[in-house]
């Protein structure tokens, strides 16, 4: 295991730690208080204690080795993660939404000024949380983090919805902010599994795309055109590359070599760093290409 993996581990087993705790402090503050808002934001936590273990199960996992039978390694057990995430996400926004629609109908009297300090108490681990995992391009832990985050603001919701109740005395700014809690919900489980999506149906990264690949391989010297080019992503950090590059003249083995050696260094500093090249000549190539148009 790496260090950035275990110094991962590490925070997503404290985060883990602390997200029972408050989990605990807000459901017995829930019943005590009768807030489904704290309730709702404890559901949340819920689902923010399961979605850490995962991250932290499938983290691991996803550094195993490759094998004989798995060739690309378990990469994908992280994007499975970061799935079971937003569905999670998607589940508790459907019944917290239920119940506070419920609790619309039937408001009843919330001991306000507990429940925002109750809320107060749930953001301190929750901003620990999301300062810790906030930089990781991992979309195992993006989804993790994006989980984190939400909890961050609906706790901020359910302590400014204490405050309200205690000013105004309507108990029906409780359901309200539950609604708010399941906006920021849906949100999040959105985003993650477009994202998630895009992983599975083989697409390639936000930042790169197939014409700004075959631009920067064209701009090399020798390479005359390419085609059949394939880009994807196996997870959030590891970015696939296939294609054939169309070479002037008849280079023989090692200058051909030479330029499959640049396109790799070129699009390894675009972000790729799994590249698989095939090298051809306009009059051998295996279908009909198009002739770079470089501006100089």
Known sequence: MSHTTHSMSKTLATAIILSLATLI?????????????LLSDASHLFSDFLALTITLIALRIARRPATAKHTFGYHRAEVFGALINGLLLLIMAASIG???WQRLNMPHEVKAELVSIIGLIGILPNIWTVIRLRQSRNINIKSAFLHALGDTASSVVVVVSGVVIALTGLNQFD???SFVVVAFLLIGAIRLIKNVAIIFLEGAPPNLNREKISKAVC???GVVSTHDVHLWTLCSDVVYFTGHLIIDGKPNLREAQEIVAKAAKTLDHLGVHHTTLQIETPDHAC???????IAY
């Open 25 to 37: 402090l807000e459901v017995a503050g829930g019943i005590y208080t009768g807030s489904l808002a």
């Open 98 to 100: 239920v119940a506070a």
């Open 175 to 177: 359901a309200l902010a």
């Open 219 to 221: 701009g090399l010297p």
């Open 287 to 293: 279908t009909k290409i198009e002739i770079c148009e």
